[in-house]
């Protein structure tokens, strides 16, 4: 009974010591945390296709019954027909060869403005 008056007393002085700032933003971060549904959240096969527009979603567009970034996905890149080859990268929707692509040299948007790029590499004369 003592010890529980002690922890009372620790708890409203804690209380009453944290500014009400800090409260708000931590109850904030719990908050987000408790918002962010599973990835098995975002399967629109059986939900519409809006379901990829929500937050958390890990792209815009519905392919497949899964949503996805074709922005970046490899399977679905530029749209939901476009697979990219084996040994290409999605690069901003388009299916590209890292090794050898001017405009996605090495890694996706990184370009050789005056050289070719080899293996993966600007101006590598190899
Ligand atoms: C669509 O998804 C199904 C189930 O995952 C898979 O078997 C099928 O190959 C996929 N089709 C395309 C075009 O990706
Ligand atoms: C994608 O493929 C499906 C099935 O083959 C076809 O009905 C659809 O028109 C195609 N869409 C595009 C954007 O090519
Ligand atoms: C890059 O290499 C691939 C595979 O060797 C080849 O098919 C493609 O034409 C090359 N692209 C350029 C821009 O040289």
Known sequence: MAL???LATVTAAAGAATPPAA???RSRFLANVKLSPPLSYYDCT???P???LEPGSPG???CNGTCVDTASSFAYCG???KTCKFGQTCCGGHC???LNDSNNCGDCFVQCPKT???FGLCGYAG
Request: with cysteine.
């Open 116 to 118: 070719k790029c080899n």
């Open 46 to 48: 059986k939900k519409p």
């Open 60 to 62: 815009t567009t519905c």
């Open 4 to 6: 529980a008056l002690a």
């Open 50 to 52: 809006s379901v990829c």
């Open 96 to 98: 590209v060869d890292l």
């Open 23 to 25: 409260v708000v933003s």
């Open 79 to 81: 749209n939901c027909n």
